[in-house]
């Protein structure tokens, strides 16, 4: 039998954090949809920082991709704004919960079950706004991806996206001491599978800055804002440092 991939250890782990109540994979209340079509209604890239409403282009009829979103948390917000809205996650669960938001609020979304790290399956210049919660610490190449978004972006567009910095790879589980350093990869160093099996973590990458902002930059995308967050909750947390930072960028438009 070939060894699973490890998109599929993911998608596997990420269905048993659903069914224990992970919070990413909570889909909002009709409560939270019915303010959002009023009007009021934030997301979340990072764990604790909304995105700045000023970070959005104009919502109303606007083709939103949203990429390794599922969860039915972002999308169903953004669809209540006026977004036309496509889901691409590769864990079912992820997109059964879009799914139910979807027929409880009576409205469309394109779901698309896909590896992101195998190419987007969209045409070019497809979406005017991409959104992209903290993902990328789940693939180990980021590069091909920037590639591909820059691809189905049309220009003009905007992506927001949230980034793992990678500290959380260099401490120990009470976060009060350095006890590896970086590039964690267990790919290359299977002996990191074992502290990740141990804590039931998945699959999980770190990428330097060169890899994230870089390689965004490479792919032709301009980095126009960007802030910083925190674990939200943990000692990293309590002390203030970041672990994450969120990202507006766009893809310039023709002439």
Known sequence: MPEKSYQDVNAEAITRWI???????????????????????????????????????????????????????????????????TVLDY????????????EREGYDIEIVRADMTLGLPFADESFGLVV????????????????????????GAVLLTGLDLGINYIVDD??????????????????????????DAGMQFSHSLEELLGGMLRAGLVIRDLYEDTNGEGRLHEL????????????PARG
């Open 174 to 199: 009470d976060e009060t001491s350095i006890v590896r350093g970086l590039p964690f990869d267990p790919v290359a160093d299977p002996s990191l599978v074992e502290s990740l099996e141990s804590s």
């Open 91 to 102: 864990t079912p669960a992820q997109l059964d919960a879009e799914r139910l938001v979807a």
């Open 19 to 85: 069914a224990e109540g992970w919070e990413w994979g909570r889909p909002i209340s009709h409560e939270e949809y019915a303010r959002a079509v009023e009007g009021d209604w934030q997301i979340l890239l990072t764990p604790t920082r909304p995105v700045p409403r000023a970070w959005f282009p104009p919502l109303a009829g606007t083709r939103v991709l949203g990429l390794a979103s599922g969860g039915g948390q972002q999308m169903p917000l953004l669809t209540a704004a006026g977004a036309r809205c």
């Open 132 to 155: 992209n919660p903290v993902s990328f610490c789940y693939v180990r190449e980021v590069e091909p991806i920037w590639r591909e978004v820059a691809r189905v972006m049309e220009p």
């Open 240 to 251: 203030g440092i970041p672990s994450m930072i969120a990202v507006r960028a766009e893809k």
